[in-house]
């Protein structure tokens, strides 16, 4: 029996008592995954991002283990929330304009301590002291650098759109004006290469894409790491006591970690691995995360069609932002259909095995926004259950 047929056959058996559509963690595969995380990282601490997670559960038990310190949150909300629920470090990846957040974080002394919030601009500075509202905590900033690549003069730009500060002198100046400002402390630096670590470079069945996603990605990080040292230098030129340099991501976390400017770096989809991290040369992770939905009708040969299963990822609409069939293997979405709110047809010979009321198992195409389909997530240890935990959904929350 091959290994795919034998994840089929035990995680069928470990949720057999259990109506689809449901939602499972592989545990082994999940601590698997996150000793590769370690290991890549070389000894630096993973900052863990629960943007990729969405679960209280299994954040605990991953900053339990070795090598994680931390968390990366996505909202202001989330960052409280964590903290008090006793997390006492949070790092939140975006800017904010959480007024009511941010009254509650610069009123309340352990909060203060435990949130560090991300800021690019000097208005969002006078966005956090406008909301204050009497609260006179100190409050813990970090500032973003843009890690885009940029060619042709500047004509060319690869990378995400997020932060305006792209020399490390905008950096370093930006850090002088929260020196300057009463009640903000700069404490750490923040650089996500998302078209390094977020971009596959092995695409199947696409060699010249492939190769042109390598050489960018390799002419990138030799910019970045220059630049990146550089900008550090700047901010603790104002700075000295800068606590830390965050950087990199799941498909990056080895060569990130490797420069010596950087403290620590961040990753959380490697711990579920979802389908768009199949295709890296520089890790091979385990699909820890998946979800079942039965099998209501059979429309003719070589056909099936499944109850729901339309939970498209975020970002540039596309194929590969779509869930896919996994087990059994040979399953394919039907092209003139897809993946649909309340049926998903199924193409494929495996189709002709399947009865009505058996479970066909997806492989969402991001980590954690899966979880926002889920109340609960059953973890699965062997051929067993061993215990349900609630999402942030199944904690009645959702923070975008």
Known sequence: MSTRAADRARYDRATSHLDAPVAIVDLEAFDANAADLVRRAGGKPVRVATKSLRCRALIERILARDGFAGVMSFTLAESLWL??????????????????????????????????????????????????????????VCLELDTSLRLLGGRLRIGARRSPLHSPAQLAELARAVARRPGFRV????????????????????????????????????????????????????????????????????????????????????????????DYTSFSGRPAALFAQPVVRRPGVGAVTVLGGGYPASGAAGPDRSPVPYLPPGLRLDPLEGAGEVQTPLLGSPADDLLIGDRVWFRHAKAGELCERFDTLHLVEGDRVTAAVPTYRGEGRAFL
């Open 83 to 140: 903290a008090r629920s006793g997390i006492g470090d949070v790092l939140l990846a975006y800017p904010s304009a959480d007024r009511a957040g941010f009254a509650e974080l610069a009123s309340d002394p352990a909060l203060a301590a435990a949130v560090t919030v991300m800021v690019d601009d000097p208005a969002q500075l006078a966005l956090i002291d406008g909301a204050r509202g009497g609260g006179r905590e100190v409050v813990r």
């Open 187 to 278: 404490v750490g630096l923040m650089a996500y290469e998302g078209h390094v670590a977020g971009v596959g470079d092995a695409v199947a069945g696409r060699p010249l894409r492939s190769r042109g996603v390598r050489l960018m990605q390799a002419a990138a990080r030799r910019e970045l790491a220059v630049r990146r040292a550089a900008a550090v230098r700047a901010v603790r030129a104002v700075v000295p006591d800068l606590e830390f340099v965050n950087g990199g991501g799941t498909g990056s976390v080895q060569h990130t970690a490797a420069e010596e400017a950087v403290t620590e770096v961040a990753a959380g989809s490697g711990l579920y691995v979802p389908r768009l991290f199949d």
